[in-house]
């Protein structure tokens, strides 16, 4: 089945303490990219990769990091968790040809204490 | 400034009446406009996307609507049903800035039996 798939769902973690989430593909996709869901704010962009190796900044990208060392996963980093990256994650891909038809993973839930 | 935004935060129809979102965008250089539906707990689907070239796309019963003169898009979901429940996002892209996906605010659809 044709999925991106995110890990984990559910995280509770406290200020500082270094955590990774990670997203996989497995539709062989250029494009991958992550986003951040806040009520009232809608989805916004934080990272996003162009093919392998290849990574930019969204709109919201300070405090986190990304890698794109193979092309079916995208990991997010968050070196130092602060309580305003608590947020719903977001990952998704797309064809590099079709970089609007996304295609997103279930979401994480991230609370930072 | 750039944005994209919703007339309505909560729209409720009757099962079997059309529904209509509505969408209002700043940015006229956008190459695409794309409609996401993303049911509680799951991340969004895409659903169906227009050019900017275009005025209208149908889909198995959704049309898009595009106005430029008033920088107005529009879903038009037919014969509304229970699993239409869900919060509906306006995205748009920008081929020439850097490949993002941006989003609005999200429009909740109820739908009433």
């Known amino acids: 089945e044709a999925q991106v798939t995110q890990n984990p769902r559910y995280l509770i973690t406290v200020t500082g303490k270094k955590l990774t989430v990670t997203c996989s593909q497995n539709?062989?996709?250029?494009?991958m990219s992550w986003y951040r869901q806040d009520p009232g704010l809608g989805l916004r962009q934080i990272y996003y990769?162009?093919?392998?190796?290849?990574?930019d900044k969204g709109d919201v990208p300070e405090g986190y990091k990304v890698s794109r060392k193979e092309k079916r996963n995208f990991p997010l980093i968050l070196e130092s968790p602060s309580p305003n990256q608590t947020s719903l994650y977001f990952c998704?891909?797309?064809?590099?040809?079709?970089?609007?038809?996304?295609?997103f993973g279930p979401g994480t839930r991230l609370t930072v204490t | 400034g750039e944005s994209v935004g919703l007339h309505l935060p909560t729209l409720s129809v009757q099962e079997g009446d059309n529904s209509i979102i509505n969408c209002a965008y700043s940015?006229?250089?956008?190459?695409?406009f794309i409609w996401y539906k993303q049911e509680s707990g799951k991340g969004p689907q895409f659903i169906i996307d227009?050019?900017?070239?275009?005025d209208k796309r149908q889909g198995q019963r959704v049309t898009v609507l595009l106005n430029k003169t008033v920088k107005h898009l529009s879903l038009q979901i037919a014969a509304t049903q229970p699993g239409d429940s869900a919060v509906y996002f306006c995205?748009?892209?920008?081929?020439?800035?850097?490949?993002?996906?941006?989003f609005g605010s999200g429009t909740r659809l109820l739908v009433r039996p």
């Open positions: 998704a891909s797309s064809p590099g040809e079709s970089l609007h038809e996304q295609y």
């Open positions: 940015n006229s250089a956008s190459d695409y």
């Open positions: 990769s162009m093919n392998v190796e290849v990574t």
């Open positions: 995205a748009e892209t920008r081929m020439d800035s850097s490949y993002k996906l941006i």
């Open positions: 539709m062989n996709h250029e494009y």
């Open positions: 227009i050019r900017s070239n275009m």
